[in-house]
């Protein structure tokens, strides 16, 4: 209630803000007012992260790059004086730089002034990663059936590579095409990679190679 106003039925009020400690424009709520909410405090979450950026285009590298190391989504230190670091909204702008076309000259500097200098060259670095990708096409066509490679980084960047190539081709065949192609890579990437796709709403329970995949994956399901 406001004077004589009051607020509808059904209507409620939600306000969100920094905490004093993040030093973000902030300023000590008196105890009444404080004493009027139910407080919750947020956290940066991966996944939840992991499926926006599936929903929204985000590119498959930015996806990978931090899939692997999950620390560089939230960078946020209140006692740092550096005015870039990396948040789950910085990342989206990361996106929009590197589908805008700019020259190679300055994607280093631009991306560093979204994220952070060490983020940027960490992304960077993965992202040559995905130059050492088989051609995504011959999974989903069957012709690629086994991947000779064991690097961690590349074993990422192929998983989050095939999701979005599904999502793009969802035949039938396609669909059992990856998951045929999993069944040879190290559990933990095949498991990751067809709950992103049971995510982005791809029917892998209808391929007829999916009780295959079940038992070659259920020590790890259990």
Avoid: C
């Avoid at 007012?33 to 956290?43: D, G, K, T, Y």
């Avoid at 793009?168 to 045929?180: C, H, P, S, T």
């Avoid at 069944?183 to 498991?191: K, S, T, Y």
């Avoid at 990751?192 to 892998?204: C, E, L, P, W």
């Amino acid at each position: 209630r406001v004077g004589e106003y009051e607020l509808p039925k059904g209507w409620s009020i939600v306000a969100a803000g920094n905490r004093e400690n993040d030093r973000g424009v902030v300023y000590k709520m008196p105890p009444p007012l404080a004493n009027r909410f139910v407080h919750f405090e947020m956290e940066v979450d991966f996944e939840d992260w992991k499926s926006w950026a599936y929903r929204n285009g985000i590119d498959a590298s930015l996806i990978a790059f931090l899939a692997y190391d999950k620390s560089m989504l939230f960078t946020f230190d209140p006692l740092s004086n550096e005015k870039s670091f990396a948040t789950p909204r910085s990342w989206e702008y990361v996106d929009n730089i590197i589908k805008s076309g700019i020259e190679k000259e300055l994607i280093l500097d631009s991306i560093s002034g979204a994220v952070g200098r060490e983020a940027a060259v960490g992304y960077l670095s993965f992202r040559k990663v995905m130059n050492e990708l088989p051609d995504l096409s011959a999974v989903l066509d069957g012709t690629l059936k086994e991947l000779e490679e064991d690097d961690p980084k590349i074993m990422m960047a192929l998983a989050i590579g095939l999701v979005n190539a599904i999502k793009e081709d969802q035949r039938e065949k396609a669909v059992e095409n990856v998951l045929e192609f999993s069944l040879q890579l190290p559990g933990e990437f095949a498991i990751m990679m067809v709950k992103d796709m049971q995510q982005s709403g791809i029917d892998v329970e209808g391929a007829e190679n999916w009780s295959e995949w079940v038992r070659k994956f259920a020590y790890l399901l259990a």
